[in-house]
């Protein structure tokens, strides 16, 4: 059975790092495009960043600031996060779509062609 569990996030304070986690099972994570998406309470779900086979991509808000990483070994994706902000607060999910032979994966906002998602993980940026 495939399967998303998600780890990470918290409370931080501007400036700081967070390392999101997201971690497959019931499916090999080089086979499929892995996006990262930020919820925040009444508004549109937003893509941060998206990773597969053929490379990693990142939103304009994450440009610099995050990195994205697989761990083919854990069957794995983390988001390390750096310099976070205010306005990086947010309900974050990554969702996965099987992608065997993929281009550079674009970061979309909503949720794109992803079938499977993980449970979320709040994190929030606060002094």
């Known amino acids: 059975q495939f399967q998303i569990v998600q780890s990470g996030g918290g409370l931080v304070q501007p400036g700081g790092s967070l390392k999101l986690s997201c971690a497959l099972s019931?499916?090999?994570?080089?086979?499929?495009?892995i996006g990262w998406f930020r919820q925040a309470p009444g508004k549109e779900r937003k893509g941060i960043s998206c990773?597969?086979?053929?490379?990693?991509n990142y939103a304009d808000s994450a440009q610099g600031r995050f990195i994205i990483s697989r761990d083919d070994a854990k069957n794995t994706v983390h988001l390390q996060m750096n310099n976070l902000k205010p306005e990086d607060t947010g309900r974050y999910l990554c969702a996965a779509e099987w992608s065997p032979n993929p281009e550079v994966c674009l970061v979309v906002d909503g949720k794109g062609r992803y079938t499977d998602w993980g449970q979320g993980t709040q994190v929030t940026v606060s002094s």
């Open positions: 990773i597969n086979a053929a490379g990693g």
């Open positions: 019931g499916g090999d994570v080089y086979y499929y495009q």
